[in-house]
């Protein structure tokens, strides 16, 4: 999907955010939902209906220190182990490949 140039309102929402999450402002989190859908930002609006739909994993996600970075990465590299093999590879060679990557 080729990516359209962001305005100077995207670009002060997406920091916006960004410190929010840096922070652990969640408490911010309404207010600034509010704003982004009093502008013209038809893809913010999309970002703002997904957070609402999960509005309480969003608030404990910016309240935690914790990530699942490390462990989605894991879970990526299994993935690609997977389809590699896709067609060829049972459970048991998967195994050995999982186990034997670096």
Same mark, same amino acid.
């Given at each position: 999907?080729?990516q359209?140039?962001?305005? +100077?309102c &995207?670009?002060?929402?997406v920091? !916006?955010?960004a410190?929010?999450?840096?922070d652990?402002?969640?408490?911010?989190l309404?207010?600034w939902? &509010?704003?982004?859908? %009093?502008? &013209? *930002?038809? %893809?913010?609006? @999309?970002?703002? @209906? =997904?957070?609402?739909?999960?509005? +309480?994993?969003v608030?404990?996600?910016?309240?935690?220190?914790? @990530?699942? +970075?490390q462990v !989605? =990465?894991h879970?990526?590299?299994?993935?690609?182990?997977k389809?590699? =093999?896709? +067609?060829?590879?049972?459970?048991? *060679?998967l195994?050995r490949?999982? *186990?034997?990557?670096?």
């Amino acid at each position: 999907m080729p990516q359209l140039p962001l305005s +100077g309102c &995207d670009v002060h929402h997406v920091r !916006e955010f960004a410190t929010m999450m840096r922070d652990h402002r969640s408490d911010l989190l309404p207010t600034w939902m &509010d704003r982004v859908l %009093a502008d &013209d *930002l038809p %893809a913010l609006h @999309s970002l703002i @209906s =997904g957070l609402r739909r999960d509005i +309480g994993a969003v608030t404990a996600a910016f309240s935690t220190p914790w @990530s699942s +970075g490390q462990v !989605e =990465g894991h879970v990526t590299s299994v993935k690609l182990l997977k389809r590699m =093999g896709f +067609g060829r590879a049972n459970l048991d *060679l998967l195994r050995r490949r999982v *186990l034997h990557s670096p």
